[in-house]
């Protein structure tokens, strides 16, 4: 067989005995994209090669070698050919792409239900449809059955959304975003992109666990409006009640039947008692129930009232309690409740009291582990169950025989959220373990994110992007909780690596009230301070305002972004200790962060004197990513202010930085920086090599905000070029990604590029609305540089109507700030050069005195009405 990259695919998917079908399932791609894989028709995108690598088990240290022969950088014939097993599972990184369907077991006794959800789902006019019923009834499951139905028979598939550890609307929007495999980058309202995304896509989107949230008018809302926005999609939620929104269809979740008399022949029929007998063989193999027997299950199914979780639950009691002793087990529970729990619904006594049962079954040590076990959310990893709640494997593989405990894919476990709110409330009967636990639980996600920071800013992004995110509930949770307990030292740790995380992934929406709670609360704590909290507590908030500054300045307030920023500079110069790593790292990354909005608010001279100071603790420290971060923020400032020499030192050296980390995100970033530097240095060429190689890295990435950003380079170029056309089809690509993001300076700093193309295709009106909507966002975020360039296009179309006063007039105010671009100085004393010639001295010198009135707000307020 002939050597290339589709054929070492199919040759090594084969070796683990996998199908096209199920490789597709597990990489949350198209069956047509694996075929075209590995029949050479197209290469992986980056996220997409990196799932391959985890799903093909390539051993870790072959896994970069891999990414390179996926995108071409390497040759083929330089792939081994790898055994099987493959290195063992410890030694791997172990990614969970969000988009798979979780493991369902076989369903029994619910086809009917199963072939009425796939009817109702069918039908044009049901576009959402809840299923009711209470916990432990079966929705879930039934809904996952749904799910893998119509994988099997629907070209567009379908995600199943975990909503149980999500707390409003802001995560649910990133839960479900997370789950279908796209960043969300919008730094206003992000649930507008998703919807965007899902705007011709044919899919059903399954919201599991959402009886917590349908009350939430913002949790509900969404629903509704991603029905609106979107034509082929529809919702299957599971929930506890229903939704109440008009389009709602209702469907209610019964007990399994258990037939009413007591024939031998008709019992081992009822599916609720082949439930019981499945569960109970599977618990003990040796288990054989006589006539007896099966007329005490019949009674059992009856007594949980066919409630499946109850019926797994009872069955695995098998090992210790004969049929009969098991059915009087769950009276006594149920009277028990009737008289002491007066308030719990009839309907619900049953599952409880067999819950309390299954607890009673368990050691000590069982009942310790899965009470600590309550603590994690959306599931946990085998290695923090160990760590953080003593759950060692035998213990695990115990919980997991009786029901307890459910195992997921990759290494990870959770429960279902009735076992987890019962076994969280017996967490909470002893105080001290419950703090005790909970530091603990804080201490091992903080020190997670700490070391898997390095990785992230390497080689290792897209694998360790894929672990963060399948733990993001419980690094929501540990968040909410060092803030709220004076947790300083984990709250530092947490910082920096969820704050990159978010940064790279454009997700200042969640960052802005994330890392604004932490400061609230730290505010609240600073009187109360003992003498070992004196730097840990300032550290950490320093941090928290430093990166809730940033965040504030990605969503173009960066006014209130200065503020934070300015803030955090005073909090840690007052840290005593200034030349401990940890707080010169927290202080270069707030000069930075400040320096860069400094500068693109307009004060170039003290935004470098910041960025100068923040690389200069960077190279101190040894911090290459810091330093190639801020070099392409002082690249930026020195492209503005005409110092494009300068500007290209500062971005090759960022570039040469992130090569060496092996980094595509941050190599993306500085050679479209580099690209726009060739431009403005005449060297087009150089330049669309550079913007044409960053385009095609930030694809690669699936990065929004990077596309947009080469996009935007490829069109100022082309129009440079008079390539009208294409840059006018280019830059509308641009404008549709930054509008649909949300980053204000950016999509005004586009709008005025193709303001300019059009007055070079003389289009003047048109070129007038795009300098108008750029000038309206610039004046509301306070960008005052690319605020004057819009003025100078404004001007520019003066001139194509002839209106010369008017022109001069704006030229003039623009030439007093002192925050104009080096190209926005030239452009302008070029175009007043020309006009003065259509007047006589004194009329000229009349109007530009007129214009001295007025300051450059004003005229901007009076330009856009």
């Given at each position: 067989?002939e050597?290339s990259?589709?054929n070492?695919v199919?040759?090594?998917?084969k070796?683990?005995d996998?199908?096209q079908q199920e490789?597709a399932r597990?990489l949350?791609?198209s069956?047509s994209?694996i075929?075209?894989?590995?029949?050479?028709?197209r290469r992986?995108?980056r996220?997409?090669?990196?799932l391959l690598a985890?799903?093909l088990?390539?051993?870790?240290?072959q896994q970069?070698?891999?990414?390179?022969?996926a995108?071409?950088e390497?040759?083929?014939?330089?792939?081994?050919d790898?055994?099987?097993?493959?290195?063992?599972?410890?030694?791997?990184i172990?990614?969970?792409h969000p988009?798979?369907l979780?493991?369902?077991?076989?369903l029994?006794g619910?086809?009917?239900?199963l072939e009425?959800i796939a009817?109702l789902l069918?039908?044009p006019?049901?576009r959402?449809?809840t299923?009711t019923?209470p916990?432990?009834?079966?929705?879930?499951?039934?809904?996952l059955h749904?799910a893998?139905?119509?994988?099997?028979t629907?070209?567009g598939?379908s995600?199943?959304?975990?909503?149980?550890?999500?707390?409003?609307?802001?995560?649910a929007?990133?839960t479900?975003?997370?789950?279908?495999?796209i960043?969300l980058?919008?730094?206003?309202?992000r649930?507008n992109q998703?919807?965007?995304y899902?705007?011709e896509k044919?899919q059903?989107?399954i919201?599991d666990n959402?009886?917590?949230l349908?009350n939430d008018?913002?949790?509900?809302?969404?629903?509704s409006?991603?029905?609106?926005?979107?034509?082929q999609?529809?919702?299957l939620?599971?929930?506890?009640?229903p939704?109440?929104?008009q389009?709602?269809w209702?469907?209610?979740?019964?007990?399994?039947?258990v037939?009413?008399?007591?024939?031998i022949?008709?019992l081992e029929?009822s599916?609720?008692?082949?439930l019981?007998l499945q569960?109970?063989?599977q618990?003990?193999?040796s288990?054989k129930?006589?006539q007896?027997?099966?007329?005490?299950?019949a009674?059992?199914?009856?007594l949980v009232?066919g409630?499946?979780?109850g019926i797994e639950?009872?069955?695995?009691?098998v090992r210790?309690?004969?049929?009969q002793e098991?059915?009087?087990?769950?009276?006594?529970s149920?009277?028990?409740?009737?008289?002491?729990?007066?308030?719990?619904?009839?309907r619900?006594?049953?599952?409880?009291?067999t819950?309390?049962?299954?607890w009673?079954?368990?050691?000590?040590k069982?009942?310790?582990v899965?009470?600590?076990l309550s603590?994690?959310?959306?599931g946990?990893?085998?290695?923090?169950?160990?760590q953080?709640?003593?759950?060692?494997?035998s213990?695990?593989?115990?919980?997991?025989?009786?029901s307890?405990l459910?195992?997921a894919?990759?290494?990870?476990?959770?429960?279902?959220e009735l076992?987890?709110?019962?076994?969280?409330?017996?967490?909470q009967?002893?105080e001290?373990?419950?703090d005790?636990l909970?530091?603990s639980?804080?201490s091992?996600?903080?020190?997670?994110l700490f070391e898997?920071?390095?990785a992230?800013k390497g080689?290792?992004?897209p694998?360790v992007?894929?672990?963060l995110i399948?733990?993001?509930?419980?690094l929501r949770?540990?968040?909410?909780?060092?803030?709220?307990h004076?947790?300083?030292?984990e709250?530092?740790?947490a910082?920096?690596t969820?704050f990159w995380?978010?940064?790279?992934r454009?997700?200042?929406?969640?960052?802005?009230p994330?890392?604004?709670?932490?400061?609230e609360?730290?505010?609240k704590q600073t009187?109360?301070l003992i003498?070992?909290?004196?730097k840990?507590h300032?550290?950490a908030?320093?941090?928290?305002?430093?990166?809730k500054?940033?965040f504030?300045?990605?969503q173009g307030?960066?006014p209130?972004?200065?503020?934070?920023l300015?803030?955090?500079l005073d909090?840690?110069?007052?840290i005593q200790?200034q030349?401990?790593p940890?707080?010169?790292?927290?202080l270069?990354?707030?000069?930075?962060?400040?320096g860069t909005?400094t500068?693109?608010?307009?004060?170039f001279?003290q935004g470098?004197?910041?960025?100068?100071?923040?690389?200069?603790?960077?190279k101190?420290?040894?911090?290459?990513?810091g330093s190639?971060?801020?070099l392409?923020?002082?690249?930026?400032?020195?492209?503005?202010?005409g110092?494009?020499?300068?500007?290209?030192?500062?971005?090759e050296?960022s570039?040469t930085?992130s090569r060496?980390?092996g980094n595509?995100?941050?190599?993306?970033?500085?050679l479209?920086q580099?690209?726009?530097?060739?431009?403005?240095r005449?060297r087009y060429?150089?330049?669309?090599?550079?913007?044409?190689?960053?385009?095609e890295?930030?694809?690669?990435?699936e990065d929004r905000a990077?596309?947009a950003?080469?996009?935007?380079?490829l069109?100022?170029?082309?129009?440079?070029?008079?390539n009208?056309?294409?840059?006018k089809?280019?830059l509308?690509e641009s404008?549709n990604l930054?509008t649909?993001?949300?980053?204000?300076?950016n999509?005004?700093?586009?709008l005025n590029?193709?303001?300019?193309t059009l007055?070079?295709?003389k289009?003047?009106e048109?070129?007038?609305?795009?300098f108008?909507k750029a000038?309206?966002?610039?004046?509301?975020a306070?960008?005052?540089?690319?605020?004057l360039?819009?003025m100078?296009?404004?001007a520019?179309?003066?001139i194509?109507g002839?209106?010369?006063?008017r022109?001069?007039e704006i030229?003039?105010v623009v030439?007093?700030?002192s925050?104009k671009?080096q190209t926005?100085k030239?452009?302008a004393k070029?175009?007043i050069?020309a006009?003065?010639?259509?007047?006589?001295?004194?009329r000229a010198?009349e109007?530009?005195?007129?214009?001295?009135n007025k300051?450059?707000n004003?005229?901007?307020?009076e330009?856009?009405?």
């Amino acid at each position: 067989m002939e050597v290339s990259f589709g054929n070492w695919v199919k040759r090594r998917r084969k070796s683990l005995d996998l199908t096209q079908q199920e490789l597709a399932r597990r990489l949350g791609c198209s069956l047509s994209a694996i075929n075209k894989i590995e029949s050479d028709e197209r290469r992986p995108s980056r996220q997409i090669a990196a799932l391959l690598a985890t799903h093909l088990e390539i051993p870790t240290e072959q896994q970069e070698h891999f990414l390179k022969v996926a995108r071409q950088e390497k040759s083929v014939e330089t792939l081994p050919d790898l055994p099987v097993p493959p290195v063992p599972p410890s030694q791997q990184i172990q990614p969970v792409h969000p988009h798979h369907l979780p493991n369902a077991t076989p369903l029994i006794g619910r086809e009917i239900e199963l072939e009425e959800i796939a009817r109702l789902l069918r039908d044009p006019q049901c576009r959402l449809l809840t299923l009711t019923g209470p916990g432990g009834i079966g929705k879930t499951h039934l809904a996952l059955h749904t799910a893998q139905l119509e994988n099997e028979t629907s070209s567009g598939g379908s995600a199943f959304v975990n909503l149980a550890p999500v707390r409003g609307r802001e995560e649910a929007v990133t839960t479900i975003a997370d789950t279908l495999g796209i960043v969300l980058y919008s730094a206003s309202d992000r649930a507008n992109q998703l919807i965007s995304y899902l705007h011709e896509k044919q899919q059903l989107l399954i919201l599991d666990n959402f009886e917590h949230l349908a009350n939430d008018a913002g949790c509900t809302g969404l629903i509704s409006e991603i029905l609106r926005g979107t034509h082929q999609v529809k919702i299957l939620v599971t929930s506890r009640q229903p939704l109440n929104l008009q389009t709602e269809w209702g469907f209610e979740v019964q007990g399994l039947p258990v037939s009413a008399d007591d024939q031998i022949s008709d019992l081992e029929q009822s599916s609720a008692v082949r439930l019981f007998l499945q569960r109970a063989t599977q618990a003990y193999s040796s288990f054989k129930p006589d006539q007896k027997d099966l007329l005490a299950i019949a009674q059992i199914c009856k007594l949980v009232e066919g409630l499946p979780l109850g019926i797994e639950l009872a069955a695995t009691w098998v090992r210790t309690l004969s049929c009969q002793e098991i059915e009087q087990e769950i009276r006594r529970s149920m009277d028990f409740l009737a008289v002491s729990v007066q308030d719990l619904p009839e309907r619900h006594r049953s599952i409880r009291a067999t819950i309390e049962h299954s607890w009673d079954l368990l050691s000590p040590k069982e009942r310790t582990v899965l009470s600590r076990l309550s603590i994690f959310r959306g599931g946990f990893t085998r290695q923090a169950g160990e760590q953080i709640a003593g759950a060692n494997l035998s213990v695990i593989s115990s919980l997991v025989s009786k029901s307890l405990l459910r195992r997921a894919e990759s290494n990870r476990y959770d429960m279902h959220e009735l076992i987890r709110q019962f076994a969280w409330d017996r967490l909470q009967l002893d105080e001290e373990e419950f703090d005790t636990l909970h530091k603990s639980y804080a201490s091992h996600y903080s020190n997670w994110l700490f070391e898997r920071g390095p990785a992230l800013k390497g080689k290792q992004r897209p694998f360790v992007v894929v672990e963060l995110i399948a733990d993001m509930a419980n690094l929501r949770q540990v968040w909410h909780w060092t803030s709220n307990h004076q947790q300083y030292e984990e709250l530092s740790k947490a910082s920096d690596t969820l704050f990159w995380l978010f940064e790279s992934r454009s997700n200042c929406r969640e960052g802005v009230p994330l890392y604004g709670e932490a400061v609230e609360h730290l505010q609240k704590q600073t009187g109360n301070l003992i003498p070992s909290d004196e730097k840990a507590h300032p550290l950490a908030m320093g941090q928290a305002l430093s990166y809730k500054g940033y965040f504030q300045y990605r969503q173009g307030r960066h006014p209130e972004a200065k503020e934070s920023l300015q803030a955090s500079l005073d909090v840690l110069n007052s840290i005593q200790d200034q030349n401990a790593p940890d707080v010169q790292i927290a202080l270069s990354n707030a000069l930075i962060f400040l320096g860069t909005i400094t500068a693109v608010m307009g004060d170039f001279s003290q935004g470098d004197l910041y960025l100068q100071e923040g690389l200069a603790l960077k190279k101190k420290l040894g911090d290459a990513w810091g330093s190639a971060f801020c070099l392409r923020q002082i690249g930026v400032s020195a492209q503005y202010q005409g110092d494009y020499e300068r500007a290209r030192q500062a971005l090759e050296e960022s570039l040469t930085i992130s090569r060496d980390l092996g980094n595509t995100w941050s190599i993306a970033a500085s050679l479209n920086q580099l690209g726009y530097i060739a431009y403005f240095r005449g060297r087009y060429e150089q330049a669309q090599q550079y913007l044409l190689e960053g385009l095609e890295l930030s694809r690669q990435l699936e990065d929004r905000a990077s596309i947009a950003v080469a996009l935007d380079g490829l069109g100022f170029l082309y129009a440079a070029q008079a390539n009208y056309s294409e840059a006018k089809k280019i830059l509308q690509e641009s404008i549709n990604l930054w509008t649909e993001i949300g980053e204000q300076g950016n999509l005004a700093q586009t709008l005025n590029h193709m303001g300019n193309t059009l007055l070079g295709m003389k289009e003047g009106e048109k070129a007038r609305l795009h300098f108008l909507k750029a000038l309206r966002v610039a004046l509301d975020a306070k960008i005052t540089p690319v605020m004057l360039d819009a003025m100078i296009g404004e001007a520019e179309v003066h001139i194509l109507g002839t209106d010369l006063e008017r022109a001069l007039e704006i030229l003039t105010v623009v030439n007093t700030s002192s925050s104009k671009s080096q190209t926005a100085k030239d452009r302008a004393k070029k175009l007043i050069v020309a006009i003065e010639k259509e007047f006589s001295k004194p009329r000229a010198e009349e109007i530009k005195l007129q214009a001295r009135n007025k300051n450059v707000n004003e005229l901007a307020a009076e330009m856009i009405g």
